[in-house]
């Protein structure tokens, strides 16, 4: 995880662009954020009102644990402070934490036990790694972004939480890891949506392939994840 301000909000602001460039933000809603490391309780996030197309490294607002600017101008949202905060306080592992409502992943919490199912090598790369949530509002208030901070602390090893009605909040060691699970899972929910579309049933991977894919995947997430964010930025000028 990079110790410097500056590297972490060019990383931080590229995920924003990279992910309204892959059509995958909703308006000016949703929001990013990521730990600034230090002794005392720092969070950048991005303000409200300023479009993910447009963002850049100065935008990012600079936060304490009470939501409070410190850095930057502009207006935290209620439903990111109450998400992003309590989130990254449930897991430490999570100093990067994305939520959005793309929409594949979003469509899955919309449908009656809706999964992502173990179909496709892919998907095989959340193998107990996800959770789900039941939809509680928009986390306007505080305690909502509690509850939902508890999908995360009754289940540690998840990375990537369903909220039913709502969307998914995918949280990562570094920016680079966390965008890296965005991306894929879109993926992932994506081919299953469309294979469903069918009207057949899904061939499921038999179980001992599944934690074979998933324990592939995990021995080069970190480097894939970093080289393929680099790649994005490269290619985006970022």
Known sequence: MPTDVKTLRRELAAALRLTAAFDLNEGICNHFSVVVPGADER?????????????????????????????????????????????????????????????????????????????????????????HQGFGGVALNAEEGERIAQAQKDNPHADVIFLDHHGVSIGGPTVAVAFDDLY????????????????????????????????????????????????????NGL
């Open 43 to 131: 969070y950048l996030i991005n303000p409200y009102g300023v479009h993910w197309g447009e963002m850049r490294p100065d935008d990012l607002l600079l936060i304490d644990g009470d939501g409070t600017v410190i850095e930057g101008w502009g207006e935290v949202e209620a439903t990111a402070r109450n998400i992003h905060i309590a989130g990254h306080r449930a897991n430490p592992r999570h100093q990067a934490i994305l939520h959005v409502h793309m929409p594949h992943a979003t469509a899955l919490t919309m449908v009656e036990g809706g999964r992502l199912e173990m179909a496709h090598q892919t998907a095989c790369r959340f193998l107990g790694r996800m959770a």
């Open 184 to 235: 894929y899972l879109e993926r992932a929910c994506r081919q299953q949506i469309l294979a469903q579309s069918t009207g057949l049933p899904l061939k499921i991977i038999p179980e001992e392939h599944q934690k074979q894919t998933a324990r592939e995947w995990m021995q080069v997430l970190d480097y894939q994840a970093t080289k393929h964010f680099e790649a994005l930025m490269r290619l």
